[in-house]
């Protein structure tokens, strides 16, 4: 009797862990599919030069906006929890409070310090492209807050809010505007394409602003804010590498193999590695959809429950990405041909970072449990040696194979930190990610 109710435990909560995934997941495949789209689109009336300096742009606005958060995007799931656990609703409120004041405060500062920067640089140097720098720049703090909105929201497991305004709304708003010069025969460029991308992000940002602001007034009791502001930094600031190699990777790829390649090449190396990360977005709803469920099992200290939580989990993973790479070796071809004759080339590209995606699945959710079971002081050294990693071999790599080296440089480095960061949590948690048990 006690087997079988253990059995079906166990299969309600792998029905429940798939569905609220699957939701998860058909969110970042919506906003996928959109943007995949988008890029078409992008690629085919601006041409492989253009879409390179629009896509450098972006990636720099991702990155710097992901740095202008502080981490506090990710820690939101675990200081949030511990307020839900029994730190009471100041402590919550305290944090969403001091989070969003630093986090403001910070990217103002990054688009005075860059656009400062970039107009020395513009001095001295031809730089044409200035303009879709700026407003990247310019686009910095909306698009930090919108991310760490995202990060409330999907600690208090409102997934809809969490990841439909980022994932969906703003990717449908940008190509709704690109559209729209279409329709007015206009031409497209990397600066106007900037543009139409801060006005989608300035209209999501307001509205989920307000949304985040009524969900924590409904959910968590009005209450003086109590700060622990010195602990909430020394955690997040961790976290931040963290953030940076599991959302923002491929960004953080396109800025360091840019300075290497030429623009239509970096557009084909941006291009496959979107493809490829459509693996990575199942990966994330899994995360995502188990992150407070495994805070939980944390803090509960139940080691044997979180184990088999662990290996469900790292089972889901690895067999999805597996199924999407098979498919993507067949499918390749034809979806490179997509975006123009000219992106097919990257055929061997892709393949090498879906393997990179491959292997992340494989390792199981390590940041997640090295993150929320307060050891991300330990990924410090791995995600710097990381992205010391990431400079060598692109700068020994991409000169000589071009984006295929570049290709070869991030699986390299993703084998470095996902290994390193598998031993971590066996060392430091006594769990092993298996995909049996």
Request: with cysteine; glycine share 8%.
């Amino acid at each position: 009797m006690t087997a079988d109710k253990s059995s079906g435990d166990t299969r309600g909560e792998l029905s429940r862990l798939i569905g609220g995934s699957a939701f998860i997941f058909s969110c970042r495949l919506t906003g996928a599919v959109t943007t995949f789209f988008t890029q078409i689109l992008l690629a085919r009336w601006m041409g492989a030069t253009e879409l390179g300096i629009y896509v450098l742009a972006f990636s720099w606005c991702i990155l710097l906006s992901t740095l202008s958060t502080g981490g506090f995007r990710i820690a939101a799931i675990r200081f949030i929890g511990e307020g839900l656990a029994g730190s009471g609703p100041g402590y919550i409120n305290g944090f969403v409070r001091r989070s969003s004041q630093l986090t403001w405060a910070i990217s103002l500062l990054v688009v005075v310090i860059g656009i400062v920067a970039l107009l020395l640089y513009q001095s001295v140097a031809d730089f044409e492209s200035a303009p879709a720098y700026i407003i990247a720049l310019l686009a910095v703090p909306f698009f930090a807050a919108l991310n760490l909105y995202s990060g409330f929201a999907n600690a208090l497991s409102r997934f809809s809010l969490s990841f439909m305004p980022i994932s969906i709304f703003r990717p449908l708003l940008f190509l709704a505007g690109i559209y729209g010069i279409w329709l007015t025969g206009q031409s497209l460029d990397s600066n106007i394409s900037m543009l139409i991308n801060l006005g989608a992000l300035l209209l999501v940002t307001f509205v989920t602003a307000i949304l985040n602001r009524r969900l924590l007034k409904r959910e968590i009791e009005t209450t003086p804010p109590q700060f622990d502001t010195q602990i909430w930094i020394k955690t997040s600031m961790p976290l931040l590498l963290v953030g940076l190699f599991t959302g923002y990777f491929p960004s953080l790829m396109v800025i360091i193999s840019g300075p290497y390649l030429q623009s239509d090449q970096l557009a084909i190396f941006h291009v496959c590695f979107r493809v490829a990360m459509l693996i990575s977005f199942g990966l994330v709803a899994v995360d995502a959809f188990t992150g407070p469920e495994m805070v939980k099992l944390l803090n509960g200290g139940n080691k044997a429950e979180l184990q088999r939580a662990v290996n469900r989990i790292t089972r889901l993973r690895f067999w999805a990405a597996l199924a999407a790479v098979i498919l993507m070796s067949l499918v390749g071809h034809y979806v490179l041909g997509l975006f123009g004759a000219e992106f097919i080339a990257g055929y061997r590209v892709l393949m090498i970072l879906a393997l990179a995606q491959l292997v992340q699945a494989g390792a199981g959710p390590v940041t997640r449990l090295v993150s929320l079971s307060g050891h991300q002081n330990r990924s410090i050294p791995i995600f710097a040696t990381a992205i010391l990693a990431a400079l060598l071999l692109s700068a020994a790599l991409v000169p000589l194979f071009g984006v295929e080296g570049a290709a070869v440089a991030t699986l390299l480095v993703t084998l470095l930190w996902v290994s390193w960061m598998r031993f971590i949590v066996i060392r430091a948690l006594g769990i092993r990610p298996a995909l049996t048990g």
